[in-house]
């Protein structure tokens, strides 16, 4: 079946412009995070959305960052006023909710490569 | 989350198991063992998981001791395509931190 999805696949910005990152997720899926990693680093947690609980935003880096998940199913990362220090690989990965106590296994993307210039 | 410990790089002859350790000393009761692959320029791949027995799937094995302070990936028969960052993840069951944490993880090189 078909996969996490993420679009562009690449994005080259120039310093100060706003950009807006797209992740559809596995259909079902209620549980959708967002990393990031920047080249030769591992991955670094952004935020998670779970149904419709409110999201873990613990890992954004700044206030320039947020992400909205619409009914549920796709989500958009923007990061406005982009830095050079932003770019990285950004990955999109969607779990299904997983039973107190239990596993969950979380399925990724490809990822957008985000050049700031 | 555990922290876990990896070798940097490993290397292995194609055709031939390639064994991967991963400790993980601080692993609490609840806390299940991940493996993920990274194959360069591709996102996270999911390999295999378990909490106390064994587990086998079409990609792999996973053993880990009876202690649970420690395991092993086994891929049985490497091929030059699983050349790739392989990580070990130690992440707790319902209620626990939902984000994976991400080692430096082992950089597997299958040689011809």
């Known amino acids: 079946g078909a996969g996490v999805s993420q679009s562009p696949s690449n994005k080259v910005t120039e310093k100060g412009k706003d950009v807006e990152l797209r992740c559809d997720p596995i259909s079902g899926h209620t549980a959708l995070y967002w990393y990031r990693q920047s080249l030769g680093q591992g991955l670094e947690f952004l935020i998670y959305f779970q149904g419709n609980s409110a999201p873990d935003k613990s890992g954004l880096p700044s206030d320039r960052f947020s992400a909205e998940r619409t009914g549920g199913s796709v989500s958009t990362l923007t990061i406005q006023r982009t830095q050079q220090e932003d770019s990285a690989v950004y990955l999109c990965?969607?779990?299904?909710?997983?039973?107190?106590?239990?596993?969950?296994?979380?399925?990724f993307g490809p990822g957008t490569r985000l050049l700031v210039l | 989350d555990a922290k876990t410990t990896q070798p940097p790089s490993m290397d292995c002859a194609e055709g031939r198991a390639a064994n991967l350790p991963c400790n993980h000393s601080t692993i609490s009761g609840n806390e299940y063992v991940y493996w993920y692959r990274q194959i360069h320029s591709q996102g996270p791949q999911y390999i295999i998981h378990g909490l106390k027995n064994n587990e086998t799937n079409e990609m792999a094995s996973l053993i880990i001791t009876e202690d649970r302070k420690s395991s092993t990936l086994i891929l049985p028969h490497a091929t030059l395509r699983d050349t790739a960052v392989y990580y070990c993840i130690v992440r707790g069951g319902g209620g626990a931190t939902n984000k994976l944490i991400f080692g430096t993880g082992t950089l597997l090189a299958v040689q011809p």
């Open positions: 990965a969607s779990s299904l909710s997983r039973l107190a106590g239990g596993p969950e296994t979380q399925y």
